[in-house]
């Protein structure tokens, strides 16, 4: 997923419809799209911290929740390699 731009991400054309594999694993962990793509960037170390955009409390609440969530590292793996779709691009699996 690196270089991908967020733009929305449970929004239509957003990122969960781009990144495919961001959506198995939410479905997977019966979690919210956003809350595995912030414990996903959140992975990455303490020197890395994601920036939060929410419409809602409920949004935000989400959001913190992902610093709850324990990803597998087949999931860390799994989202590493992603590549967004859409027009030219290709989501690597």
Do not use: K
């Not at 198995?24 to 960037?41: F, K």
């Not at 959140?42 to 939060?52: D, K, R």
Request: proline share 3%; aromatic share 2%.
């Amino acid at each position: 997923m690196r270089g991908a731009r967020w733009g929305g991400v449970g929004s239509a054309g957003g990122l969960a419809d781009r990144v495919p594999a961001l959506r198995s694993v939410a479905d997977r962990l019966g979690v919210s799209v956003q809350r595995v793509a912030l414990a996903w960037v959140a992975s990455h170390g303490t020197h890395v911290a994601p920036v939060v955009g929410a419409r809602s409390a409920t949004n935000i609440q989400d959001s913190a929740r992902a610093t709850e969530l324990r990803l597998s590292a087949e999931d860390i793996a799994l989202l590493a390699s992603a590549r967004p779709c859409g027009d030219d691009q290709v989501e690597s699996r």
